[in-house]
């Protein structure tokens, strides 16, 4: 039974790994941002021609402009004046400026690139719901679920295999609960 959950217990960490990697890198560049992960300045501007769908509202405008475009990404901004429409559409690794003029056939898009390390970064945040995305982007928030029973499951099961050590159980309690006391004083603190 030890064996058992000693080996299920590795394979776990092995499953939470690119997890940690990810989360732990984007939560030091949150902290202490790294020039390197800055986004370029790599810009293209191209026009396509599609059927615009009637106007209801900003949001639903915008989201059939997008999924007629054959976009993904959230659309915000939207601005309607006397010349047309302009919003922007955004994912991790893109922004869109969208242009609608008015008796004008071809629609004006001007592609941002973010650059690897954007999505690197958003995947920190990102809940798995990006409209017009593929399955497989959306795929995320559910690897981020499993990964959070999964880390529930090695830190129950490593603290009852350190426990069963009784050599070590005296050292091991005195990490476990002044660590549970600094981070409950910090929390505490921050709240306060």
Same mark, same amino acid.
């Given at each position: 039974?030890?064996?058992?959950?000693?080996?299920?217990? /590795?394979?776990?960490?092995?499953?939470?790994?690119?997890?940690?990697?990810?989360?732990?890198?984007?939560?030091?560049?949150?902290?202490?941002?790294? %020039?390197?992960?800055?986004?370029?300045?790599?810009?293209?501007?191209?026009? @396509?021609?599609?059927?615009?769908?009637?106007?209801?509202?900003?949001?639903?405008?915008? $989201?059939?402009?997008?999924?007629?475009?054959?976009?993904?990404?959230? $659309?915000?901004?939207?601005?309607?004046?006397?010349?047309?429409?302009?919003?922007?559409?955004?994912?991790?690794? %893109?922004?869109?400026?969208? @242009?609608?003029?008015?008796?004008?056939?071809?629609?004006?898009?001007?592609?941002?690139?973010?650059?690897?390390?954007?999505?690197?970064?958003?995947?920190?945040?990102?809940?798995?719901?990006?409209?017009? $995305?593929?399955?497989?982007?959306? $795929?995320?928030?559910?690897?981020?679920?499993?990964?959070?029973?999964?880390?529930?499951?090695?830190?129950?099961?490593?603290?009852?295999?350190?426990?069963?050590?009784?050599?070590?159980? @005296?050292?091991?309690?005195?990490? /476990?609960?002044?660590?549970?006391?600094?981070? /409950?004083?910090?929390?505490?603190?921050?709240?306060?």
């Amino acid at each position: 039974m030890r064996k058992n959950l000693i080996r299920l217990h /590795l394979y776990a960490g092995l499953l939470c790994f690119p997890y940690f990697i990810i989360f732990g890198i984007s939560s030091l560049n949150f902290n202490h941002h790294f %020039k390197f992960t800055n986004p370029g300045e790599n810009i293209s501007i191209w026009q @396509k021609q599609i059927n615009i769908p009637p106007f209801k509202d900003n949001e639903q405008f915008s $989201a059939d402009v997008r999924d007629s475009l054959g976009l993904m990404g959230w $659309a915000y901004n939207v601005k309607k004046d006397s010349t047309g429409f302009r919003f922007i559409v955004s994912h991790p690794g %893109k922004n869109y400026a969208i @242009k609608i003029t008015n008796n004008e056939k071809p629609i004006r898009v001007e592609e941002t690139r973010k650059g690897v390390w954007s999505v690197f970064i958003s995947l920190h945040g990102f809940g798995g719901e990006m409209p017009g $995305a593929p399955e497989l982007i959306n $795929a995320w928030g559910f690897y981020s679920n499993i990964i959070v029973v999964v880390m529930l499951f090695s830190i129950i099961s490593g603290i009852y295999i350190f426990l069963r050590r009784k050599n070590e159980r @005296k050292t091991g309690l005195i990490i /476990l609960f002044s660590c549970i006391g600094i981070s /409950l004083l910090i929390m505490l603190s921050a709240w306060l």
